[in-house]
C-alpha cells in the first residue's frame, strides 16, 4: 500500500456518500471527481447507475437484497481503495446497520460517511426520473421515503445540506475535507 501511496501521491479513501433519491449525492459524486482530477488525485465514482446496472442486476429492493446490495459494493470499494484510489460511493443506503456494514468492510480508518441532507418534499420535486410518482402510484415497491424507511445516520463524519447550499458550495466542502485526509505530509 505504501508504494501506491507514494506513486499516487494520496492516500486512498472511500467516500460514502448516503441520502434520499434526488438529494444530490450523484451530482456532488461526479462533480467531487472532476475537482480530484484537476488537482492530480485519481479517484473513481461508483453510483447506482453504474453498478445496479451490472453487477447488481440480479437484485430487487427487498431490504435484505439492498443489503446484498450495499455488501457488494462495499466489497467493490475497498477493492478499489486497495489499489490506492479515492472511491466516491453514492448510494441511498437506508439503514444504519448498513453503513456500519460498509464500513465494517472497508475499514474504519478509510471510510468516510457524508450524509446529503434534503428533505424529502424537496428530492420529490427534483426527482427526473419519476421514481417518487411511481412509487406513490404502487409501480415501485419498498421505495426509501415512502414506504421503505430511512435512518438519519448516526455515524455520518459530515452532513451537507443540499437543499440550503449550493452544489458548487458543498462539493468545495466536501473536497476541503477530504483532502485533509488523503494528503501525504
Request: aromatic share 8%; with cysteine; proline share 2%.
Amino acid at each position: 500500500m505504501g508504494q501506491r501511496q507514494n506513486q499516487l501521491q494520496q492516500k486512498p479513501l472511500v467516500v460514502w456518500l448516503t441520502g434520499f433519491s434526488g438529494a444530490g449525492k450523484t451530482t456532488i459524486a461526479q462533480a467531487l471527481e472532476q475537482l480530484l482530477y484537476q488537482h492530480n488525485y485519481k479517484s473513481v465514482v461508483l453510483d447506482g447507475d453504474n453498478i445496479r446496472g451490472g453487477l447488481n442486476n440480479n437484485l430487487s429492493f427487498s431490504e435484505q437484497d439492498r443489503t446484498e446490495n450495499i455488501r457488494r459494493i462495499a466489497e467493490v470499494s475497498k477493492l478499489f481503495c486497495d489499489s490506492g484510489l479515492i472511491v466516491i460511493s453514492s448510494f441511498i443506503t437506508p439503514l444504519n446497520s448498513m453503513r456500519k456494514m460498509a464500513r465494517s468492510i472497508i475499514g474504519d480508518e478509510k471510510f468516510v460517511e457524508v450524509f446529503v441532507n434534503c428533505p424529502i418534499e424537496v428530492c420529490e420535486q427534483r426527482d427526473v426520473k419519476g421514481l417518487y410518482k411511481k412509487a406513490r402510484t404502487g409501480e415501485i415497491k419498498n421505495f426509501t421515503g415512502m414506504d421503505a424507511g430511512f435512518e438519519i445516520p448516526s455515524q455520518a463524519e459530515l452532513v451537507i445540506d443540499s437543499n440550503g447550499t449550493s452544489s458548487e458550495q458543498s462539493v468545495k466542502k466536501l473536497y476541503d475535507y477530504i483532502v485533509s485526509k488523503i494528503k501525504l505530509v
